[in-house]
């Protein structure tokens, strides 16, 4: 009696893992088609950018949008290469490079003294207002940020950007670090103390190297941003030469059309730099992402 018993549970086991398995397979299909259908959504409008890239205007108006050119070309990117885009390149370096070394190591340095003074007030009150600088969007300050610039008079200069993109940087940027520092081991900073090591050379000796994953993860996020930002330009410049990128594109807007080819001839030299950082630090991004939040 008792062996039919366990035969029956083992028989009640066996088609219910099997009709879980049919379930999680078919789950499968659903989660895996959808996924090709967000890779079609995305590849299709990179693919029409790169294709028209390449094309004349006149090809352009001509021909199918998504058919490759007849006769390629690079006038596009002569052109943009010879309307000033080295100077909208090296505003965008000097904007991206000028926000994010601060901004990382002053979330940096910010998120170390909160987690090693947890048990103080004033510490945690700091944290708190860096939590609540993710609830606030940047449009809903541009009109303060601009009155601000005006009057310590750094309007159209590109210390106009950097200064609010570092304020709206290092909130998201101690989220991440202080997840990290938090995770790294009591004991470890005991022991420095022990040997005489002081609150500098635990940071950077010991904290520093554990959370490289983390600061290259916040890094290249906020240098996104940065480098794609397009209101702090368009709000707090006026002149061409301290345009970046993102405003560049208005180069090649007339006042009755467009120079389509042109435009995103100037999108794909924007992104080349994004997409060799990516490639760099592609490995740490996503290692700091998933260790940063499944800890």
């Known amino acids: 009696m008792a062996v039919a018993t366990s035969a029956h549970a083992a028989t009640r086991r066996t088609r219910g893992g099997t009709s879980y398995g049919r379930k999680l397979i078919r789950l499968n299909w659903l989660g895996g088609t959808a996924g090709w259908l967000w890779l079609v959504i995305v590849i299709v409008p990179i693919y029409w950018i790169v294709v028209t890239s390449f094309k004349d205007q006149s090809a352009f ?28 390149f090296l505003n965008s370096v000097i904007i991206t490079a000028g926000t994010i070394i601060p901004a990382v190591t002053i979330a940096f340095m910010a998120s170390y003294a909160i987690i090693r003074g947890s048990g103080s007030r004033f510490l945690a009150g700091v944290n708190g207002l860096f939590l609540m600088g993710l609830a606030i969007p940047l449009q809903a300050t541009i009109i303060p940020v601009y009155l601000l610039i005006i ?126 950082l990516y490639a760099i630090g592609r490995r740490q991004l996503l290692g700091g992402l998933t260790a940063g939040f499944s800890r």
């Open 61 to 88: 108006f001509a021909q199918n949008p998504f058919a490759l050119p007849a006769e390629p070309t690079l006038a596009n990117y002569r052109l943009v290469i010879e309307s000033d885009f080295p100077r909208y």
């Open 151 to 276: 009057k310590m008079q750094l309007y159209d200069s590109l210390l106009a950007i950097i200064l609010p993109s570092i304020a709206f940087s290092i909130p998201l940027s101690v989220l991440v670090l202080t997840n990290f520092i938090r995770d790294v081991p009591k004991e470890l900073f005991e022991s420095m103390r022990v040997d005489g090591a002081t609150e500098w050379g635990m940071l950077r000796s010991l904290a520093l190297p554990l959370t490289r994953p983390a600061l290259v993860t916040v890094a290249i996020y906020n240098g996104l941003g940065v480098w794609n930002g397009f209101l702090l330009p368009l709000i707090l410049t006026q002149s061409p030469d301290k345009r970046p990128l993102p405003l560049a594109l208005w180069t090649f807007q007339g006042q009755y059309s467009v120079n389509v080819p042109a435009v995103l001839a100037s999108v794909v030299l924007t992104t080349l730099p994004i997409v060799i």
